[in-house]
């Protein structure tokens, strides 16, 4: 016994599984996949193969008592980013810490969470502070496991017969999370210092209580403590479920039947998806190039070192192998910034799985096995794993979102090529714009805003049809807008109106899905804050196969208004920008507007009166817009997805306007101009050497504006095999940099 006791250096027991301690399986596996590619080395699915249908079952009751856990404990919380959005989601793991199955809801953390509890079996939890049956652990850490701080998360042990069974794992998207700039997204923190609250993987309740210090120190913690007080009973109450579920499968099927089961699962997983990567796609390297503004140059509240324009740049480069191996690089990735954009390790695996599970496996085996089944390099340095612990990760989805649209093209190239057509799919929208902010609300109370509309954007357009409208977000593939009312109960701010935006979808034979807008006035408050966070200089959603980009953003907010007093003497108001170039928002309201390509800002003041449009982007075309059906172009016009002069401008279809008002088409009309546009294209088109010819010019000669020369030059100093890589397509010198005129 003394020897057993050892393995822990106190007198406890180990809590693994035949008398060995946590940290001694998740070696024991590890060891095992890197010496015979299996997890934990299996080599038949003896369980599976000899009981299939019961195999079956007891998966449906897993993953069943999960969804469960996720669609019940949901109704606990208050937060409309949980309760109407259904921001959140459950899952079982090993003893080791990889994640067996998974509920619905926000896919993303399918291995966030695996690498929190691997953090704190590595860390020696086991023995200090301990784990035992009735425990509670919480973490919302990115470097330990997680996206960014708003995500926090929820662990219970699970035990039988004293021994550590595996983990029921919860996680929530708060409203506030303390940070510098009020909402859960903060986008203005230069160090993870202003990220807000950090839980780094803390025990904080026994005997399935909460330690009241860890409430306390919650609850002064953030600007909304009822909410996250129901938060953390929305996970609490999900994991308990979870725990009562695998117990009742455990005394219904036994323990050895149960743990065999938790092994098999996870490898075929992996296997499953090889396979299904060797069916959907073609062997071979593909690339896809994302870019992101960051405009802070002129911000005079950070600090000088921060006050820079930023281009980011994301080269996602996929290798599928024969065999259905998956790898990912992002060699070529900017170096980490001054800024809360950055993203750690598990962050990206978190988007990695995020999309790969809509894709290559949409099923509801999604686990830790298919995680195994690929490999990915994110650069020592770069805005993927800056290896940095002081960096602000605050606002990690203001990059990450729109660098993993070219995932989605890669995908998209390798399922056409092996002719899975109904497959591809064009990049979804960026989920912005951000509405964001805090201060005092319209019952004089304290308030964080976070508006989750944004979890319903333009998805990309698709080879066989347009993309879905409004429909959900990459990050949650079950997204909802929720009701005005609840928002408008919670926040202080009217809706006006919520309406299609035209021409957010990016235009192609197949068009993208749309946006929409909503213009609020702030109501019954004069201190309050609200900033914009969006991309507004670079377009994040690019199109597929000759398709163009969906729209990029800009940012309109009209303060000192007039509006109360049209209201008053019944005058008509505004309930939607409708056309930027001939907006409605400024015919019929007087004030001061902010009408701008600024959609990235900090916090700046709100008054009663004052109008905020939040509008919402769409998803990249597919195929030339000159190939869209007249017929279907027609419609978008009807309903508001296209202004009509882009009709004629972009896909060619020549309008007749109706009595009515609707539009018809000139069919001769339409020919002929589609035939005018084609005669354009082809007088000003040159052959592929030319063009190379005159962008190596370009390049030589710098003829960009500096934050782009700063920002290649930054890629090049970071990554070696990048720079040799750029140099040599361009035939520039093994030296070669661009001129700055300032290099720090």
Known sequence: ????????????????????????????SERAFEETGRYCGIEALALMESDPIGYEKTFAKLRGGLVNARETAMNISASPIVKEIGELCFAFYTPEGDSVALSTGIIVHVHTMSDAIKFMIRKGYEQNPGIAPGDIFTNNDPVIGNVHNADVQTFVPIFWEGE?????????????????????????????????????????????????????????GVRT???????ERTRIAGCHMIRDAVERIISEEGVNTFKQFMRDVIEEGRRTFLNRLKELT?????EAPTFNGVPFKDEPRLPQHAQVDNLMHALMVVSIEAGGEL?????????????????????????????????????????????????????????????NNSVSTGAAWG??????????????????????????????????????GGGIDHLGKPCSILNFEISTVGGGACAVKDGLDYAAAMWNPEGDMADVEIWEILEPLIY???????????????????????????????????????????????????????????????????????????????????????????????????????????????????????????????????????????????????????????????????????????????????????????????????????????????????????????????CSKWAKYYREFWDLPSDFTFSVGDES
């Not at 073609?282 to 593909?286: E, S, T, V």
Request: hydrophobic fraction near 35%.
């Open 164 to 220: 550590l069974i595996g983990w029921a794992g919860g996680v929530t998207h708060v409203i506030d999370i303390g940070a510098a700039t009020p909402g859960s997204v903060p986008v203005g923190p230069t160090s993870r210092y202003e990220d807000g609250l950090q839980l780094t993987a803390l025990k904080v309740g026994e005997d399935d209580t909460l330690h009241r210090d860890h409430e306390l120190r919650c609850e002064l």
């Open 496 to 718: 006006l109106g919520r309406r299609i935006k035209p021409n957010t979808a990016g235009p192609g034979k197949y068009r993208g899905g749309s946006g929409f807008e909503s213009l609020r006035m702030v109501w019954k408050t004069n201190d309050l804050e609200m900033q914009n966070a969006g991309e507004g200089l670079t377009f994040s959603a690019p199109g597929l196969f000759g398709g163009y980009p969906a729209a990029a953003g800009y940012r309109h907010n009209v303060h000192e208004t007039d509006l109360l007093k049209q209201a008053r003497a019944n005058k008509p108001y505004p309930v939607r920008e409708y056309d930027p170039e001939h907006s409605e928002l400024s015919a019929l309201t007087e004030g001061r507007h902010l009408f701008d390509k600024k959609t990235t800002t900090f916090p700046y003041p709100f008054r009663q009166g004052d109008l905020y449009l939040s509008w919402l982007r769409g998803g990249g075309g597919l195929g030339d817009p000159l190939e869209r059906d007249p017929q279907q172009v027609t419609k978008d016009v009807n309903q508001d997805f296209l202004l009509p002069r882009y009709a004629h401008k972009v896909y060619g279809v020549k309008l007749l306007k109706n009595d009515d008002g609707s539009y018809s088409v000139d069919d001769e009309g339409t020919v002929a101009l589609r035939k005018e546009i084609r005669k354009k294209r082809a007088n000003r088109s040159i052959p592929v050497r030319t063009y190379i010819k005159g962008e190596r010019q370009r390049i030589q000669e710098g003829n960009f504006i500096e934050p782009i020369r700063k920002s290649y030059n930054s890629c090049m100093a970071l």
């Open 282 to 286: 073609i062997p071979g390297r593909y």
């Open 327 to 387: 790898e990912l690089s992002m060699d070529g990735a900017s170096p980490w910034g001054y800024h809360s954009f950055n993203c750690t390790p598990s962050a990206m695996q978190g988007a990695i799985w995020v999309l790969l599970s809509q894709t290559v496996v949409p099923n509801d085996k999604v686990n830790d096995g298919a995680y195994l089944a690929t490999r990915s390099f994110f650069p020592p340095g770069s805005w993927t794993n800056p290896q």
């Open 1 to 28: 016994m003394s020897d057993v006791k050892s393995k822990l250096g106190t007198d406890k027991l180990p809590i693994g599984w035949n008398g060995r301690t946590l940290l001694q399986m998740l070696e024991d």
């Open 399 to 436: 990059f990450l979102i729109p660098a993993f649209t070219g995932l989605y093209r890669i995908l998209g190239r390798a399922f056409w090529a092996r002719g899975f057509h109904e497959e591809v799919m064009a990049s979804y929208g960026m989920t912005m714009n951000g509405m964001q």
């Open 225 to 231: 403590p009822w909410y996250w007080k129901l938060d």
